[in-house]
T-cell receptor, first 116, second 115 residues
Framework: DAMVIQNPRYQVTQFGKPVTLSCSQT?????MYWYQQKSSQAPKLLFH???????NEADTPDNFQSRRPNTSFCFLDIRSPGLGDTAMYLC?????FGAGVTGELFFGEGSRLTVL | AQTVTQSQPEMSVQEAETVTLSCTYD???????LFWYKQPPSRQMILVIR??????QNATENRFSVNFQKAAKSFSLKISDSQLGDAAMYFC????????????FGKGTKLSVKP
């Protein structure tokens, strides 16, 4: 089945130790998103790619970076994780709006990051 | 800027009963989409139902239906014949009709279903 796959599902890292989360999709969607979701909160958009064009949210810390080497893959790099970065990280995809496009986002199962 | 407000942090319903989750939003746009997403504990966020703003008819998906009041900027979700598997966090979300419109979430409503 076409889907959005995130790896790893669970990651524990030490304060300041870089971590990379990955996302792959078989939906061939143009747009890929990274959201941060802290406990009992709504997901917060970090950035998104429209094809290769990178769009950073204004309040996303510089500590967070992203790469999209091709249509199918997108990575979230946290260069020096702090305790406050403990969260679920959600990857999502969508098609660009157009005729017949209904606009929803398709989510992966998330990567739960714990920073010790 | 668009905002989405869910005023009920938690709700509870008896199995087989009906429950309504509230959502209001604020926007000056005319072209947009509204969604309800379900997020079970430690599980994937999945789409429950969507509504295009230009459609007057309320969307329905099996036991799930919405009451879309465009003038009032209200978008409530009704779950009929509630089942234990409906227990989850429910997020109301708004998306602009622009080509790269971001999904803006409300804070969510945690729904419990009592057997």
């Amino acid at each position: 089945d076409a889907m959005v796959i995130q790896n790893p599902r669970y990651q524990v890292t030490q304060f300041g130790k870089p971590v990379t989360l990955s996302c792959s999709q078989t939906l061939n969607h143009n747009v890929m998103y990274w959201y941060q979701q802290k406990s009992s909160q709504a997901p917060k958009l970090l950035f998104h790619y429209y094809d290769k064009d990178f769009n950073n949210e204004a309040d996303t810390p510089d500590n967070f970076q992203s790469r999209r080497p091709n249509t199918s893959f997108c990575f979230l790099d946290i260069r020096s994780p702090g305790l406050g970065d403990t969260a679920m990280y959600l990857c999502a995809t969508s098609r660009v709006f157009g005729a017949g496009v209904t606009g929803e986002l398709f989510f992966g199962e998330g990567s739960r990051l714990t920073v010790l | 800027a668009q905002t989405v407000t869910q005023s009920q942090p938690e709700m509870s319903v008896q199995e087989a009963e009906t429950v309504t989750l509230s959502c209001t939003y604020d926007t000056s746009e005319s072209d947009y989409y509204l969604f309800w997403y379900k997020q079970p504990p430690s599980r994937q966020m999945i789409l429950v139902i969507r509504q295009e703003a230009y459609k007057q008819q309320n969307a329905t998906e099996n036991r799930f239906s919405v009451n879309f009041q465009k003038a009032a900027k209200s978008f409530s979700l009704k779950i009929s014949d509630s089942q234990l598997g409906d227990a989850a966090m429910y997020f109301c979300a708004y998306r602009s009709g622009g080509s790269q419109g971001n999904l803006i979430f409300g804070k969510g409503t945690k729904l419990s279903v009592k057997p």
